[in-house]
């Protein structure tokens, strides 16, 4: 019923960009909140950033701590994609990067259980090295 497809993972420096993109299929995007869920290595599932559905009014955005002032989560309502600029990287970022979406508020998303979204992209590996 839903299809999310991740792009625009890669290999960067410490200190430089990436944008990563996801896809949204039908009108998945106006319906639920959605947002970006990172496994780095040996670690567990964390948040990342989440954003209220498209249906409500107003840009309500949540970011975790460790990404706030440098990683900026937005969409674009026609192309049905979601976006996560990511500026300053650092080695720690370096993870597999998830888009999800969930019949949920996004304020939520700093509490939930990140191994039972509703759904779920395929990843995109971020690779910073210093």
């Known amino acids: 019923q839903v299809q999310l497809v991740e792009s625009g993972g890669g290999l960067v420096q410490a200190g430089g960009s990436l944008r990563l993109s996801c896809a949204a299929s039908?009108?998945?995007?106006?319906?639920?909140?959605m947002g970006w869920i990172r496994q780095a290595p040996g670690k567990e599932r964390e948040f990342v950033a989440a954003?209220?559905?498209?249906?409500?009014?107003?840009?309500?955005?949540y970011y975790a701590d460790s990404v706030k002032g440098r990683f900026t989560i937005s969409r674009d309502n026609a192309k049905n994609t979601l976006y996560l600029q990511m500026n300053s990287l650092k080695p720690e970022d370096t993870a597999d990067y998830y888009c999800?979406?969930?019949?949920?508020?996004?304020?939520?998303?700093?509490?939930?259980?990140?191994?039972?979204?509703?759904?779920w992209g395929k990843g995109t590996l971020v690779t910073v090295s210093s």
């Open positions: 999800a979406a969930d019949n949920s508020r996004a304020d939520d998303w700093p509490r939930l259980n990140y191994y039972a979204m509703d759904y």
């Open positions: 954003i209220a559905p498209i249906r409500w009014s107003g840009l309500t955005t």
């Open positions: 039908g009108r998945t995007f106006s319906s639920y909140s």
